[in-house]
């Protein structure tokens, strides 16, 4: 390990962005290895195969590799950017497959599931003890409301389209979602107090 | 929807943080979050909630070979920045995309775009900085109808491309330029948004043989090709 490396891994996901904003492929490499396997797990669960996964998420480090020196810290943090890049290239992954519906896993199980952990860095730690109380507060919601965000959130489909899967009004649909949400906010707000 | 909150508005504010609402619906909220501080903090009391979606996924350890082929990538793409930077040769680092099947307006039709060059102002640059036969250049600048203005400012080999007027772009929304030389359309790599007061600019390297600069409107992080209409198009006098 280069002393470089060591350098960067003791920053911040903000304080590594204008290294790799300059092109230095050892801050990039620390940035992909903190949020390399979150992004693939969430590109995974949008397209359902190995391959797009992989594609979806090569793409997304790649452009921000491209447009680092652009982040805008007041817009959120690092992870959450690259993050969102990932869903929204998922999403049109989905989208361009014409005629092919996206998969959908309705299992809530699936998302309950939690691995044993292994070789966790504290912060790594801390972010699954995050993701599982989550995991909780989304697995808490009421069916309806789980269902109407995962379908918007992971599967890319707009309220209309969601109100004729299900066969309820729009305002209903609209209505789940900003309980559901509202819930997940209160769970975290409590959890952080 | 109007100018007026009303209970409506909560249940589209959530919508729209999951990306559920239809195009037009999306932008008729970004216009009523102008003038509604109530949908605007409600948009941000949520924020926290759609961050922590993706950890809700099961997770899943990506391939090394994905790692090895990102890391290959970075490692070439920082190679090449080295290589060219301080020198005046071809940006190599531009990403080359070719127009193919792309759904890019096509260049022969540009007469039909709407568009004027209103003034072309005399710009010295290099005279007296020893640049040496650099002459004079010219700043170019065009009005789009949307009462976009750009203006094209060189510096160097490359130019300075600044942008008034421009409309506030949704959150997940950022400018991405590009140049076109001969059938090659070239994405700019810097991208960038525009301030409060609707000012954005972005630097291009290498303006050689460039005909015409667009700008659009793409997904954050931007795009390897234009995904939509362009705001700005600029052709660039030989
Ligand atoms: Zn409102």
Known sequence: MTIRREKA?????????????????????????????????????????????????????????????????????VRSWMLSIVRNRAIDQLRSKAGKAPKLAFDDDAILEQRPSE????????????????????????????????????????????????????????????????KIRGELAEGLA | MTNEHDSRCSDDVAAYALGALERGEASELEAHLEDCERCRSELRWLAPALQVLPDSVERMEPPQQLRDSVMAEVRAGAKREQATSGSRQRAG??????????????????????????????????????????????????????????????????????????????????????VQRGGEVEAVPALFVPDHEGRASTTIADMEGVETVMVTSEPEGGSKAPTSNPLVTMPIPE
Do not use: C
């Open chain 1, 9 to 77: 891994e003791r920053l911040a996901d903000e304080e590594l962005m204008p290294l790799i904003g300059e092109k230095d492929p050892e801050a990039f490499e620390v940035f992909y290895d903190r949020h390399g396997g979150v992004a693939y797990s969430l590109a995974y669960r949008i397209v359902g195969e190995r391959a797009a996964a992989e594609d979806v998420t090569q793409e997304a480090f790649i452009s921000l590799w491209r447009s680092g020196a652009r982040f805008d810290s007041t817009r959120g943090s």
């Open chain 1, 119 to 182: 070789e966790l860095t504290d912060d790594e730690a801390m972010r699954r003890e995050t993701a599982s109380a989550v995991r909780g507060a989304l697995g808490q919601l009421p069916g309806d409301q789980s269902k109407v965000i995962e379908l918007a959130y992971f599967g890319g489909f707009s309220h209309s389209e969601i109100a004729r899967m299900l066969g309820v009004p729009l305002g209903t649909v609209k209505g789940r979602m900003r309980l559901g949400l509202e």
């Open chain 2, 93 to 178: 680092w531009l990403s080359r995309i070719r127009i193919g099947s792309l759904s890019w307006r096509p260049i022969a039709g540009l007469a039909a775009v709407a568009l004027a060059v209103v003034a072309v102002a005399g710009y010295e640059i290099g005279s007296d900085s020893g640049n040496g036969g650099g002459g004079s250049q010219d700043s170019i600048v065009t009005r789009e109808d949307s009462g976009l203005v750009a203006t094209m400012v060189p510096e160097g080999d490359g130019g300075r491309l600044e942008l008034a007027n421009v409309r506030q772009l949704p959150k997940d929304r950022v400018l991405e330029a590009w």
